[in-house]
């Protein structure tokens, strides 16, 4: 701690993430005293990167893990320094029915995707439709992604610049319905659905349209839906927010839990434990980088039960291998595989069988994944001797597991995860994942399985959920909401600065900015 800490601040802000950075970067820079409190003992929330494997030199992204949503705006604003890698193959999906033979998306490049369209389903039919298909949600990306950073447009006003069967296909009517009617190849629209799945737990033809908002946040990034590698692992992008911050004249404690929040909507007293003891602060503006759930909490308001539709959804596993393993499928190089995002028995049909085990209580069979190998595109965040021995890393992440799997008296427990995982994986393998594992100097395979009870209990998320709270429309959908940030609350001295906020989820800083905004406009 540089300086004695004061007993009043312009702004206190709680939760360190990368959105709350955001927040606290904006604000000081515009002359408001700033006072950071987290209750971890280091930056980042889910946006960090950690050496998981004690002993081992590898840096992973341990949550987060992809670049999309965080605009070059804000990259601009504050001066983050962030380049990241384009990977050669968007994707390679392994035909479940025959491993052997898959479809791999190449990036850029249309005379190589309709090859392999050609290969994978016998013709160039739903070529064509994929290149249309994401010409329209291209469309889209340029109306929407420009609005994130503005006061909310309403819902008739973003509808107005949209194409009517786009505004139909992709904001009105199941996502389920269009992929069926646009492609016939249920590989080729379980490569699509996935995106809608991320973290959300959803049938294709849910009429609540959650997969359609989470696909909507997939394809819009930047106007391009590109995700692409942060060069130096995640932690390079919050590190740099977090400083940043601080030489705006920020003050960031960590190892400083709040316990106690309360306002009036005009004044309010922010309590942590710093150093041991109980500390109590007053500001004008608190703004909330936790989720909205654990702020009632703080302000001890009754906390409303999570259904099992909003939940977490998700297991993410991080790996380190000796070796990349052999695939079934020996018309495409490992390394090619690898690059982009492979997608494991997440055909439509899975995905949707997948969603109606899980409805009963049980864990899908086989685990629809997607894996990622992020040292074949950023071999930096292993250490040279790592590098020298081809040790490579494996990120994998599961759909359609919602958190009740992992919470009663039938809980699935770690071990019983990890196998249907790795069950899974190996099923497109011409080797055991197990045995390309990197063994760590404590002798024992270097592979971490978090779940949702896992997020909920390391980063005090409520059920795991990486959104803190359903992903919303990006655009007003009263006429109250017209015109206001999406970060507000009942209290107008209260505002939500994190994933929770009305634009949040995903790695963004969008919601740091608008809470930032917002005060700085009053």
Same mark, same amino acid.
């Given at each position: 701690?540089?300086?004695?800490?004061?007993?009043? /601040?312009?702004?206190?802000?709680?939760?360190?993430?990368?959105?709350?950075?955001?927040?606290?970067?904006?604000?000081?820079?515009?002359?408001?005293?700033?006072?950071?409190?987290?209750?971890?003992?280091?930056?980042?929330?889910?946006?960090?990167?950690?050496?998981?494997?004690?002993?081992?030199?590898?840096?992973?992204?341990?949550?987060?893990?992809?670049?999309?949503?965080?605009?070059?705006?804000?990259?601009?604003?504050?001066?983050?320094?962030?380049?990241?890698?384009?990977?050669?193959?968007?994707?390679?999906?392994?035909?479940?029915?025959?491993?052997?033979?898959?479809?791999?998306?190449?990036?850029?490049?249309?005379?190589?995707?309709?090859?392999?369209?050609?290969?994978? *389903?016998?013709?160039?039919?739903?070529?064509?439709?994929?290149?249309?298909?994401?010409?329209?949600?291209?469309?889209?990306?340029?109306?929407?992604?420009?609005?994130? *950073?503005?006061?909310?447009?309403?819902?008739?006003?973003?509808?107005?610049?949209?194409?009517?069967?786009?505004?139909?296909?992709?904001?009105?009517?199941?996502?389920?319905?269009?992929?069926?009617?646009?492609?016939?190849? +249920?590989?080729?629209?379980?490569?699509?659905?996935?995106? &809608?799945?991320?973290?959300?737990?959803?049938?294709?033809? +849910?009429?609540?349209?959650?997969?359609?908002?989470?696909?909507?946040?997939?394809?819009?990034?930047?106007?391009?839906?590109?995700?692409?590698?942060?060069?130096?692992?995640?932690?390079?992008?919050?590190?740099?927010?977090?400083? =940043?911050?601080?030489? &705006?004249?920020?003050?960031?404690?960590?190892?400083?839990?709040?316990?106690?929040?309360?306002?009036?909507?005009?004044?309010?007293?922010?309590? &942590?434990?710093?150093?041991?003891?109980? =500390?109590?602060?007053?500001?004008? /503006?608190?703004?909330?980088?936790?989720?909205?759930?654990?702020?009632?909490?703080?302000?001890?308001?009754?906390?409303?039960?999570?259904?099992?539709?909003?939940?977490?959804?998700?297991?993410?596993?991080?790996?380190?291998?000796?070796?990349?393993?052999?695939?079934?499928?020996?018309?495409?190089?490992?390394?090619?595989?690898?690059?982009?995002?492979?997608?494991?028995?997440?055909?439509?049909?899975?995905?949707?069988?997948?969603?109606?085990?899980?409805?009963?209580?049980?864990?899908?069979?086989?685990?629809?994944?997607?894996?990622?190998?992020?040292?074949?595109?950023?071999?930096?965040?292993?250490?040279?001797?790592?590098?020298?021995?081809?040790?490579?890393?494996?990120?994998?992440?599961?759909?359609?597991?919602?958190?009740?799997?992992?919470?009663?008296?039938?809980?699935?427990?770690?071990?019983?995860?990890?196998?249907?995982?790795?069950?899974?994986?190996?099923?497109?393998?011409?080797?055991?994942?197990?045995?390309?594992?990197?063994?760590?100097?404590?002798? =024992?395979?270097?592979?971490?399985?978090?779940? *949702?009870?896992?997020?909920?209990?390391?980063?005090?998320?409520?059920?795991?959920?990486?959104?803190?709270?359903?992903?919303?429309?990006?655009?007003?959908?009263?006429?109250?909401?017209?015109?206001?940030?999406?970060?507000? *609350?009942?209290?107008?001295?209260?505002?939500?600065?994190?994933?929770?906020?009305?634009?949040?989820?995903?790695?963004?800083?969008?919601?740091?900015?608008?809470?930032?905004?917002?005060?700085?406009?009053?």
């Amino acid at each position: 701690m540089s300086a004695p800490l004061a007993d009043r /601040y312009d702004c206190i802000i709680i939760g360190a993430g990368h959105n709350a950075l955001v927040a606290a970067a904006y604000l000081a820079r515009d002359g408001r005293s700033t006072l950071v409190l987290e209750s971890a003992g280091h930056v980042g929330g889910a946006a960090v990167s950690a050496e998981v494997f004690q002993g081992v030199g590898a840096r992973l992204s341990k949550y987060s893990y992809l670049v999309s949503l965080l605009p070059h705006s804000i990259r601009d604003d504050l001066n983050i320094d962030l380049t990241t890698i384009r990977r050669s193959v968007a994707s390679y999906t392994p035909d479940p029915q025959d491993p052997t033979r898959g479809l791999a998306i190449p990036v850029a490049n249309e005379a190589a995707l309709r090859e392999q369209f050609r290969a994978a *389903t016998g013709s160039e039919e739903d070529a064509d439709a994929w290149i249309d298909f994401y010409s329209r949600t291209q469309r889209v990306a340029a109306v929407v992604f420009p609005t994130l *950073t503005s006061p909310l447009p309403s819902r008739e006003a973003i509808r107005a610049q949209i194409d009517p069967q786009d505004w139909l296909d992709f904001f009105e009517r199941p996502l389920g319905e269009v992929l069926e009617r646009t492609f016939k190849n +249920d590989v080729v629209r379980g490569v699509i659905l996935t995106d &809608a799945l991320i973290g959300t737990f959803a049938d294709a033809h +849910d009429p609540h349209l959650g997969q359609n908002i989470c696909f909507l946040y997939h394809v819009i990034g930047n106007g391009t839906g590109d995700w692409d590698v942060p060069q130096g692992g995640m932690g390079r992008v919050t590190d740099q927010i977090a400083k =940043r911050a601080e030489e &705006a004249g920020a003050t960031i404690i960590v190892s400083a839990p709040v316990t106690e929040v309360e306002s009036d909507g005009n004044q309010a007293r922010v309590t &942590a434990m710093i150093d041991g003891a109980q =500390r109590t602060f007053t500001c004008d /503006y608190v703004l909330a980088g936790c989720a909205p759930a654990v702020l009632d909490q703080l302000m001890n308001r009754p906390v409303v039960p999570i259904s099992q539709l909003d939940a977490g959804a998700q297991i993410k596993v991080n790996m380190l291998l000796s070796r990349l393993p052999k695939l079934k499928d020996t018309t495409i190089d490992p390394w090619d595989a690898f690059n982009g995002t492979f997608h494991i028995n997440e055909a439509y049909s899975q995905l949707q069988r997948a969603a109606a085990q899980a409805r009963k209580g049980v864990l899908p069979d086989p685990i629809p994944a997607e894996i990622y190998c992020h040292s074949l595109s950023d071999p930096s965040i292993l250490s040279a001797d790592l590098q020298a021995q081809g040790v490579q890393t494996l990120t994998l992440f599961a759909l359609q597991i919602p958190h009740d799997l992992f919470t009663g008296p039938n809980a699935v427990s770690h071990e019983a995860a990890q196998a249907a995982v790795l069950a899974s994986l190996n099923s497109v393998l011409e080797e055991p994942i197990e045995d390309c594992l990197f063994v760590g100097p404590d002798g =024992r395979p270097c592979i971490e399985v978090n779940t *949702t009870v896992d997020l909920e209990n390391s980063l005090n998320i409520p059920t795991g959920n990486i959104f803190h709270t359903p992903l919303e429309w990006p655009f007003a959908e009263t006429d109250e909401e017209i015109g206001t940030w999406g970060v507000e *609350t009942d209290l107008a001295n209260v505002v939500i600065c994190g994933a929770g906020a009305k634009r949040g989820g995903g790695v963004s800083g969008i919601p740091g900015h608008n809470a930032a905004q917002y005060v700085l406009g009053r």
